[in-house]
């Protein structure tokens, strides 16, 4: 536990005398903290403009998607696939499904090494739902997500290489949704979007 | 900690095996002429010790996405065309990490001479998180010229990876989230970051001379 | 909603939030905040506000500024929230937040000083209600503020991290990606200058 003491005890008399004056507190204008709530939903209303805006979300959720709507979920999400997407023979067998790991630290900055990303999804409905992206092939069958107690969250632990990713989330095998807590990119080549991450923080 | 990270290593590798290993590279799923062009083009990529697994990548995604058939097979083609630009742009680097990092730039129109920039300034260290950020700026409508200066200048600058990585997921956040250009954008957080870096190295200081642009130059 | 009014600290026996406290109302208030809960957000706000006022205060170069910073900080970090994974402890973030908002103004300060400011200007810019500080004259205070401004502000914001918000060396590094060593570093520098601004008039 932290202790602001402790770090001054090593100073100065005269240093710590500052420190002392430096810590007081402000007083705080009593509409400030109204003010500042007010700003920040107000900004939070205003969705940028080139985001979807989900219907009908709950207590404020904004922009997390509801995909238990799936045909607005795909409609934003700008394609749909119809029937199954069969994975190819000989692709790898299901990965047990792993509860939350522990972040890896590089031991240094020249090691490559995969550092362990959690993809979580909103999905109260869905039967199932994988996390699909360059780091596995695409192949949803690689990474099935877990459902969390309430329903409601889908999550999953992925060791990714360091680099820029795209992904999706395969929905019932049938339909992928972009993260919408993720930016996005339109691939060049195809014009189909996908969501991004740029793995690099432990 | 120690026996925690070790496990968590042993877990990726394990986890690696299974991913994206070479023997699961064939292509299936698509129309039979579709699936057997897209697969030479893999194999022809693998014999000649390119990454395989990135046109792979790309045609699963294609199919996922329903890409008419010849549409595949045009996208497999130009990231194996790419993936050999991107080698000889980031000679030595030879991870697949790199590479598939420098074509994803290369899809985006980056210069090559960019990506050989970068690649010089990380010569022995790994520098997928470097292109990746490079490349999201682009994706970002950053002038790929601007892009490649700041992320050059944080790589001479002594900039971690993990700075660098910030610095790219910062900036589409002020891009999404805040509503900045992202020209503007990824020159503040350059500029804030700057001052906690190494000076520039006398021969490289494109970097630093663009201060707070509140209009950059406009992507032609 | 609205939010209830906490007791108004007053001046120079303030105790500081005990970090204790600070943590529990983090752990619940965050997880619904990033939902959306803006009851819970204002919690947090109510938590952090002096403290973030306190820091951006001494942090600018106009210190009038810093409600407008401490602003703009809370509603980036709202903003943020549904991307914020709780890898990193919650108060570094948000002070990671606002040194970003308060060095890029700054920045523009330094380039706006050349602008010539009319009376009207300054007189504008007097808040209406009387800051906390000016309550008492305080030469002390003020002699400390002073010398702190003149610090450059690299080495005043590590200082002001590190001795008045009490984040540890390892936590600061992960903050700004700056060398512990060159973390001490600017502290020392800091102190240095402090001790010898301010010894040599130090009558209180």
């Not at chain 1, 403009?49 to 999400?77: C, N, Y």
């Not at chain 2, 997921?169 to 992202?182: E, F, H, P, R, S």
């Not at chain 3, 305080?138 to 002699?143: L, Q, R, T």
Request: hydrophobic content about 45%; glycine content about 6%; some cysteine.
């Amino acid at each position: 536990m932290r202790n602001t003491r402790d770090f001054r005890d090593g100073a100065d008399p005269v240093v710590r005398r500052a420190i002392d004056e430096l810590q007081r507190l402000p007083a705080v204008a009593d509409d400030a903290v109204a003010n500042v709530v007010s700003a920040a939903a107000a900004a939070r209303l205003l969705p940028p403009a080139d985001e979807p805006v989900f219907p009908a979300p709950q207590r404020g959720w904004g922009r997390i998607a509801l995909a238990g709507g799936l045909v607005a979920a795909a409609a934003f999400a700008g394609f749909i696939i119809r029937g199954t997407v069969t994975a190819p023979p000989g692709s790898p067998a299901r990965v047990a499904t792993t509860t939350a790991i522990a972040p890896v630290a590089y031991s240094t900055e020249s090691a490559v090494v995969p550092i362990i990303e959690q993809f979580v999804f909103k999905a109260p409905t869905a039967r199932r739902v994988a996390v699909i992206g360059d780091f596995n092939r695409w192949d949803p069958s690689v990474a099935p997500m877990a459902r969390s107690s309430d329903g409601e969250l889908w999550s999953r632990s992925i060791p990714i290489m360091p680099g820029r990713h795209t992904y999706a989330f395969m929905v019932d095998d049938s339909i992928l949704v972009l993260d919408p807590r993720a930016p996005k990119t339109r691939d060049p080549d195809l014009g189909a979007e996908g969501s991004v991450r740029i793995v690099g923080r432990p | 900690m120690r026996a925690a990270r070790v496990y968590a290593v042993a877990l990726s590798f394990a986890a690696l095996r299974v991913v994206g290993a070479q023997d699961s590279l064939r292509f299936v799923g698509a129309d039979a002429v579709t699936s057997r062009q897209v697969s030479q083009i893999i194999e022809a990529a693998a014999a000649d010790g390119l990454p395989a697994g990135v046109i792979l990548s790309k045609a699963r995604f294609a199919l996922a996405v329903r890409t008419p058939g010849p549409k595949i097979v045009d996208a497999a083609k130009a990231v194996a065309a790419r993936l050999v630009i991107a080698r000889g742009a980031i000679a030595p680097h030879d991870l697949e990490g790199d590479l598939a990092g420098a074509e994803a730039a290369l899809s985006y129109e980056v210069p090559a001479e960019i990506l050989r920039r970068i690649s010089l300034a990380r010569p022995k260290e790994t520098i997928a998180v470097p292109l990746g950020v490079l490349t999201q700026l682009v994706a970002d409508r950053v002038p790929a010229k601007r892009a490649g200066e700041i992320v050059e200048g944080l790589l001479r600058r002594g900039a971690t990876m993990t700075q660098i990585a910030d610095l790219g997921n910062t900036v589409d956040a002020d891009v999404k989230i805040g509503g900045w250009k992202a020209i503007d954008a990824a020159n503040m957080r350059y500029n804030n970051l700057a001052p906690h870096l190494a000076p520039m190295p006398a021969n490289a200081a494109a970097a630093d001379n663009a201060g707070f642009a509140t209009s950059g130059p406009k992507k032609p | 909603m609205t939010a209830p009014s906490p007791s108004r600290p007053t001046l120079s026996s303030l105790p500081l939030p005990h970090p204790a406290q600070t943590a529990a109302l983090d752990a619940k208030a965050i997880s619904r905040a990033k939902l959306g809960d803006i009851g819970a957000f204002t919690e947090i706000v109510q938590a952090y506000y002096a403290r973030c006022l306190r820091f951006a205060r001494a942090m600018l170069v106009e210190p009038d500024d810093a409600e407008d910073m401490v602003q703009e900080a809370f509603v980036r970090l709202y903003r943020a929230l549904p991307r914020y994974e709780e890898r990193q402890r919650f108060e570094s973030w948000l002070f990671q937040i606002l040194g970003n908002c308060c060095r890029t103004a700054n920045s523009v300060a330094q380039r706006n000083a050349a602008r010539l400011v009319t009376d009207d200007d300054l007189l504008e810019r007097i808040p209406a209600e009387s800051r906390a500080d000016d309550d008492a004259p305080n030469a002390w205070g003020d002699s400390v503020r002073h010398a702190l401004a003149e610090l450059p502000e690299h080495n005043r914001e590590i200082f002001l991290l590190h001795y008045i918000e009490g984040f540890s060396y390892d936590e600061i590094e992960r903050m700004t990606g700056v060398r512990q060593s060159a973390l001490k570093m600017r502290v020392k520098r800091a102190s240095d200058f402090l001790r010898a601004r301010l010894s040599r008039g130090d009558k209180s």
